[in-house]
């Protein structure tokens, strides 16, 4: 299974921007959708952005044009630049990658906390 590790997470104050970074044990862009997540205390976890397998993007309508996903496949690391920080961007985020269907589980990251302050 490939490991995620997150990075980059942390107390913000609104308008301000943060940039997260998830690294893959492997490289799997070519064959798996990877991207971000999110959930708020007392949601469920809802899609932030992310890559299909095509190298498409896709993005929650919340964080059109303030979150940027991108990709370095030299370093199996997918980023999120966030910029203007709402408070209700605070939640946990978390990297996914997800294999083709019938392949297997999806993956996840530890997860980092994101409290953005008024």
């Known amino acids: 299974q490939v490991q995620l590790v997150e990075s980059g997470g942390g107390l913000v104050q609104a308008g301000g921007s943060l940039r997260l970074s998830c690294v893959a044990s492997?490289?799997?862009?070519?064959?798996?959708?990877m991207g971000w997540y999110r959930q708020a205390p007392g949601k469920q976890r809802e899609l932030v952005a992310t890559?299909?397998?095509?190298?498409?993007?896709n993005y929650a309508d919340s964080v059109k044009g303030r979150f940027t996903i991108s990709r370095d496949n030299a370093k199996n690391t997918i980023y999120l630049p966030m910029n203007s920080l709402k408070p209700e961007d605070t939640a946990v985020y978390y990297c996914?990658?997800?294999?083709?269907?019938?392949?297997?589980?999806?993956?996840w990251g530890q997860g980092t906390q994101i409290p953005v302050s008024a």
């Open positions: 996914n990658l997800r294999p083709p269907v019938g392949w297997g589980p999806d993956c």
């Open positions: 492997r490289n799997t862009f070519s064959i798996t959708a």
């Open positions: 890559f299909t397998r095509a190298g498409n993007t």
